[in-house]
């Protein structure tokens, strides 16, 4: 084995690198030649009457594999009287110059990175070579966050939900982030879902159905439902006979959500409820059996225990503390019940329902990205990230990502598509050409390079046929 290793003379590590630095020398050569053709497309296919051709000057794009510096036709509109790459504009390159596939993984690290530029430090990890800069990550997050921003407003617009559902089950809950130059801003935030299935079959935990998040870090005057309603009615058609379960702590933006849809009922979150129990019951003897009272839907034995622990504690912030809580019971006593067990008086098949408290998790993976790492956020950056985070957890932010340097519709579908086959078949079979002539190794016998020579060769020529 020690003669097979020193004749090879070449490590895995050697090998892997070794090829992956040839891929990427390999990849920017055909994306070069790529777009020279598509430059003269372009060029062909313009309104010549409109653009006329004034210079030719270089471009770059930064990629996943590197850099690819191109040239490409400086076009004067007379239209507009102003400048344009025509090529950039049918490609969608864009202001940022970066690339679809790099724009995902960037925007990906971004959103579940501590910052842009440990995004930035991330991706120049994995690639070996900074592969973008942490401001062309922001400016990118920005850009997404634009898009989505006014998406979202159309279809605020004028909501038109078709999905149906008998049972809409809605969580909300709010946190803090620090902003620059300005006091620091509650971030709101609602969770619906469907329902609740197994992650796996046969698995006991559990996974949201069809789960949508909405937050707003700006409410400019107006209620936070105004929006977030019409967030749910632009995807379902909600009437009376939908009933909508909103889940929360006691505060009265929250409960306001009750107002915005024909038939909802309103809920007290239990972690909160309990949670806020075990600050007041603290070194009693009734805060087991008011915990049990809040698991068994027991409003009236949860206020006794309330005020015994009231008549024995001479803490008057934790009297005023109680006080309170006994007026909110005593104002809406249902919504200190299991929802469940309302659902089943109101002849609703309660079946695979389960308890809820979804918003806790969520506002946790927000929370660690928006404010538990010491960031402070500009009003436009706060939203852009709001938004890029919405679309990432909902497995949708490749796509938008993607949006801000996709193809635009310069060319017809076939047309492209013809001339894509044509010039990935023409630089492909060059690049393949190259690497015959420049591989030695390709060309002797298989006995004498130990079989690196049959193998290399299915990776280096185009035909699946050699053997």
């Not at 004034?54 to 770059?60: A, I, L, P, S």
């Amino acid at each position: 084995m020690s003669d097979i290793r020193q004749t090879i003379g070449i490590s895995f590590r050697d090998l892997e690198l070794g090829i992956f630095w040839k891929v990427r020398v390999a990849f920017i050569e055909v994306m070069q030649e790529t777009l020279k053709v598509l430059d003269g497309i372009v060029y062909e296919l313009r309104d010549q009457s409109r653009y006329v051709v004034k210079d030719v000057r270089k471009g770059t794009i930064a990629t996943l594999l590197g850099d690819v510096e191109y040239c490409r036709r400086y076009y004067f509109d007379k239209k507009t009287a102003g400048y344009v790459y025509l090529l950039d504009e049918a490609l969608g390159v864009g202001r940022g110059r970066i690339s679809p596939g790099l724009a995902v993984v960037a925007a990906i690290q971004a959103v579940i990175g501590p910052s842009y530029r440990a995004a930035r430090d991330g991706l120049k990890q994995i690639y070996g070579h900074q592969v973008v800069s942490h401001e062309t990550i922001r400016q990118l997050i920005l850009r997404v966050g634009e898009f989505l921003e006014k998406e979202e407003a159309s279809k605020r617009e004028e909501p038109n939900g078709k999905r149906r559902v008998p049972v809409l089950f809605v969580e909300a809950d709010g946190y803090w982030v620090s902003m620059q130059r300005e006091k620091d801003r509650e971030v709101r935030m609602m969770v619906s879902h469907e329902g609740w299935r197994p992650r796996t079959p046969g698995s006991d935990e559990y996974e949201l159905v069809n789960k949508l998040h909405y937050l707003e870090a700006d409410m400019q005057g107006k209620d936070f439902w105004d929006n977030a309603s019409r967030h749910l009615y632009s995807v379902y058609d909600i009437d009376e006979k939908t009933l909508v379960v909103i889940n929360g702590d006691r505060a009265k933006w929250i409960r306001r959500g009750v107002e915005y849809f024909p038939n909802a009922i309103y809920q007290v979150d239990r972690y909160h409820l309990k949670r806020e129990l075990r600050d007041l019951l603290r070194d009693t003897r009734h805060l087991e059996k008011g915990l049990a009272a809040v698991d068994g839907g027991n409003v009236q034995e949860l206020t006794e225990v309330l005020r015994k622990v009231r008549g024995e504690v001479q803490d008057p912030v934790r009297v005023a503390k109680i006080n309170d809580l006994l007026a909110a019971i005593r104002e809406m006593p249902e919504a200190f019940r299991d929802y469940r067990v309302r659902l089943t008086e109101m002849g609703y098949d309660t079946r695979g329902m389960r308890g809820m408290g979804a918003t806790e998790s969520n506002v946790n993976k927000f929370s660690l990205r928006l404010k538990k790492r010491g960031q402070s956020w500009s009003p436009e950056g706060l939203k852009a990230m709001i938004h890029s985070m919405v679309k990432y957890f909902e497995d949708k932010l490749d796509r938008y990502a993607e949006h801000v340097s996709r193809l635009h519709n310069l060319l017809s579908e076939e047309k492209a598509a013809q001339t894509t086959k044509e010039v990935v078949s023409k630089v492909t079979s060059e690049i393949y050409e190259a690497k015959r002539g420049g591989m030695p190794l390709l060309n002797v016998g298989t006995s004498r390079s130990g079989g690196l020579s049959k193998a290399l060769r299915r990776i280096a020529l185009p035909d699946p046929a050699i053997t």
